[in-house]
Every structure is written in structure tokens, then in C-alpha cells.
């Protein structure tokens, strides 16, 4: 856990759609990227975005907000974010936030494809 | 050399470091190898990160408000029964009780205003002192 932090983001097309995979830690020194590489993302129009988050360790709340935001402004075009396999850590943390009832979390990328278009 | 005492405040170390988010991470990582030398399980390392992460943003973000002229200062004492970590930032202060519950329906969806409640979450004590200006924190080991 003393290791030094690290964020990486990869976008990547599918389809129609966009998959964003985070690797590492979202802590405070890297949410500043993760909301303009997310917002860029949003910017492309896409049919959706599937936020992979399997390989995420922590997240602070400058990086939920920077998801939440991300729903937000799909929403508005009435475009899916969803959220796919949270470890254990960050999945606690939707549950203390409650953010659980306004995200759609989905526990694989099968499961998430199903609701975001191709 | 006195060793440092979660019950004595006396004798915390401390670290001031200028007011931006990447010089906020240097007691972070002086505090998570002390705790990690104590034997704080995984869980508590966590909720220790976490909590020191929005206090360090909040003191940065809000209590100084962006400006990188100021400091925050940093107390704390690791024992293997607990850990305290006071964070302190040289700006106005604040009255917690005005910070509105982010998990009600109506702010659910609000991007930000979730650091505090996240600190009271993941530690067994939070406090505020000097009218917001200093947070207290207080984590047991094998919580």
C-alpha cells in the first residue's frame, strides 16, 4: 500500500461505444486527468461508456466525482455509463455513498455490454 | 528521544507541506510506511489513506482555497493500538454542520461534497477544532 500511487487510462472503441479502463490508484494528485480524460471521452459521443474499474485499488472522492459527473453529462443525452467489476474496497465505497442507487454497477463486462450498445 | 504518543499530542511528529495535491501526498506516504510498520491490517491501511486523502484535499481545496502561498500541517502518532492524524490548513475555517448530507436524494447526484462523510465512514473518530480550521482523526488497529 506504500508503494507509490499510479493511474493509468486506457479508452479504448467498441463499436459504437467506448471503454475506459482504469489501472491503479485514483487518488488526489491524478483526479484532475482521470475528469478531462473522462470528459474527452463524453466528448467523442459515444453510445456509452463501459468504466472498467476491475483493476482500480482505491479512489478518492475528487475520482467519484469525476465518475459521477461522467453520468451525469451522458445522461443528459440519454446515454448508459456503466460500471464494471469494483474490487471489494471500491464497491464498499458506493455502498457508504450510496452511489450504488444512481450507478449502474455490473460484475462483468458481458454483463455490462448487454447494456450499453454496440 | 520521546517516542510519539497517540494520547499525547505533545509528542506527534509533524510535516507542513505546501498547499497543493501532490505536495499533499508527502505525509501520506510517511504515515502509511509508519502505520504498515505497526502491522495495521489492509482494511485499516485503507480507511487510513482514504480518510488522510480527503482531509488533505479539503485542506487544500477548501480550507485554503487553492492557494499555494499557504501550508498544511500534519500531526501524528502511530501506536500498534491506533493511530491519530491531525490535519491543520491556515485558512478561514468552517462549520461542518453546514456541509449537507451528500447521500440524500437531492444531492445524491451532486459531484462533489462527498470527503467528510467519507472520513466520518472510515474512521472511529473525527473531530473538528479551531472552527474547522484542524481535523482530528483517530483509527484503531484491527478495525
Known amino acids: 500500500m506504500s508503494t507509490p500511487d499510479k493511474l493509468s487510462i486506457e479508452t479504448r472503441t467498441t463499436g459504437n461505444s467506448l471503454v475506459v479502463a482504469l489501472d491503479g490508484s485514483a487518488s488526489m494528485e491524478y483526479c484532475d486527468r482521470l475528469s478531462v480524460e473522462l470528459m474527452d471521452a463524453v466528448g467523442q459521443k459515444p453510445e456509452g461508456i463501459i468504466l472498467d474499474v476491475s483493476n482500480l485499488t482505491f479512489i478518492c472522492s475528487l475520482g467519484i466525482g469525476a465518475v459521477v459527473a461522467t453520468f451525469l453529462e451522458l445522461r443528459k443525452d440519454r446515454k448508459p455509463l456503466a460500471i464494471v467489476a469494483p474490487t471489494p474496497e471500491v464497491r464498499d465505497m458506493f455502498t457508504v455513498t450510496k452511489l450504488g442507487q444512481l450507478l449502474d454497477v455490473y460484475e462483468s463486462m458481458d454483463a455490462a455490454r448487454a447494456r450499453v450498445p454496440d | ?143
Open chain 2, 1 to 143: 528521544m520521546v517516542q510519539p504518543d497517540p494520547n499525547n499530542e505533545d509528542t506527534f511528529k509533524e510535516v507542513t507541506v505546501q498547499s497543493t495535491l501532490h505536495a499533499a501526498k508527502e505525509p501520506e506516504k510517511i504515515i502509511l510506511k509508519d502505520i504498515e510498520k505497526h502491522g495495521f491490517n489492509s482494511d485499516a491501511i485503507f480507511a487510513i489513506k482514504l480518510a488522510l486523502e480527503e482531509a488533505m484535499t479539503n485542506a487544500v481545496k477548501h480550507g485554503n482555497r487553492g492557494d499555494e502561498s499557504k501550508f498544511v500541517h500534519v500531526r501524528f502518532a502511530v501506536s500498534s493500538a491506533c493511530v491519530v492524524i491531525i490535519v491543520r490548513d491556515d485558512g478561514p475555517g468552517f462549520d461542518p454542520g453546514d456541509v449537507p448530507d451528500p447521500t440524500t436524494p437531492d444531492r445524491l447526484s451532486q459531484p462533489n461534497g462527498r470527503g467528510i462523510m467519507l472520513m466520518n465512514a472510515y474512521m472511529d473518530e473525527v473531530k473538528y477544532r479551531d472552527n474547522g480550521r484542524e481535523v482530528y482523526m483517530l483509527k484503531k488497529n484491527g478495525d
